[in-house]
């Protein structure tokens, strides 16, 4: 067992981010890091240029690899819970639609084609911001967004609350649909309200 000892301890480094640099890119057994030193431990003495390496990487590492390690790992994961709310909007919505439209009466084949232009092309480019969990950006896109004959200002107001409750949420939650929201994923809103017609109000 041979320990490569690196001091001094670098004040910048995280310790999750270097550990796992050093893995991706050799074959270590164990890293210990403690109050004045990391030992990275190895089966046997690796090459000069390998020891450089490591010793120059956590050297360098700044308050930067900190942001990767944790904030952007942090906002990973309150992506994908965004990208699952999402799915969970656009599941219900397309059903609901479904249901209304099967209470019409029958469309004549024809028509089938000018009732989708209509009634879901022009909300599209929402859906696929919600689809892709970028609630922000849907925000603005409804926000910008007049009604026409076929989609009336109700349903716009309906899909900003939706929207907006998500953004400023602080926990879970349940929504204008029934559906029980994680929520919390957008830090830079908590103490914000939305007023009756689902604009945000910032604090």
């Not at 001094?8 to 074959?27: H, K, L, R, S």
């Amino acid at each position: 067992m041979y320990g490569l000892i690196i001091q001094p301890i670098n004040p910048n480094a995280n310790g999750i981010f270097f550990n796992y640099w050093v893995n991706d890119n050799y074959i270590a057994q164990t890293i210990e890091h403690d109050e004045t030193e990391v030992i990275v431990f190895f089966t046997e003495e690796p090459i000069q240029a390998t020891k450089d390496a490591i010793t120059a990487k956590y050297n360098s590492l700044t308050q930067l690899d900190v942001l990767i390690s944790d904030d952007v790992l942090q906002e990973i994961s309150f992506k994908e819970q965004r990208e699952e709310y999402g799915i969970t909007i656009y599941n219900t919505t397309a059903a609901m639609s479904r249901i209304n439209r099967l209470s019409l009466p029958d469309l004549p084949e024809n028509e089938h084609k000018q009732y989708r232009i209509d009634h879901y092309d022009p909300l599209s480019h929402i859906v696929g911001y919600i689809l892709k969990g970028d609630f922000k950006s849907a925000y603005e896109e409804i926000n910008d967004f007049v009604a026409t004959e076929f989609i009336e200002e109700s349903t716009i107001i309906t899909y900003r609350m939706i929207v907006s409750n998500y953004i400023v949420s602080t926990s879970k939650y349940t929504d204008l649909f029934g559906n029980r929201v994680k929520g919390a994923t957008y830090l830079e809103h908590f103490g914000d309200t939305v007023d009756a017609q689902g604009y945000i109000i910032s604090s």
